[in-house]
């Protein structure tokens, strides 16, 4: 397992507070209740091996198959509809919804191979990231990779805790099936737009990972 290079200022910053709140516990607090003291002290040491944690990247053996759609995120499926799509296409798609928990991993991975031909940032709200609205109304950043097969809209969503998108796929790029593309901070969601003729190899409720579970075929 490895630490994901976002992780390394937030890391740094919680070990800092940590290393104060704790000189002061342990100057102030622990020589009257030293009890007290030392609940402080392992709260504090929680919150450090959760955010390390959080920034984890585990070591897997990735599918890759080329008829297949890999899962883009560790997390619970929460959406199986066809929609309207509100950007890109013209058509009705198949939308896919991974939930992914402040305890899931965050790294965000490319279900299939191919080029990217599509990528827009879009500002938006806040609302926790299994309200219906926010695959179109949440802060979200949508890319678009195709090829041969046909293509794949993805959005990466921010819910009411993530604060930050990062992503990886310019225009242009190429990508092999589960690289990494792109990552979210603290709790979040990401949408999958598929053909109409996508064969769905999952439901509702289903716990899925990123890079390993095959959500789809075409």
Known sequence: MTIHREGTASIAITALVVGLI???NFSYLFPCCNIAA???FLLTLGLFLFIVS???MPN???TKDTSAIISPADGKVVVIEEVEPDEYYKEKRIQISVFMSPANVHVNRMPIAGNIIYNKYHPGKFLVAWHPKSSTDNERWSVVIENEKGNILLKQ???ALARRICNYAPVGTTFDQ???YGFIKFGSRVDLLLPLNAKINCKIGDTVQGGI???ANW
């Open 22 to 24: 704790n000189i002061a």
């Open 38 to 40: 030392w609940g402080v």
């Open 54 to 56: 959080f920034f984890r």
């Open 60 to 62: 897997r053996n990735w």
């Open 157 to 159: 969503i921010a819910g």
């Open 178 to 180: 589960t690289a990494e």
């Open 213 to 215: 579970t095959v959500l």
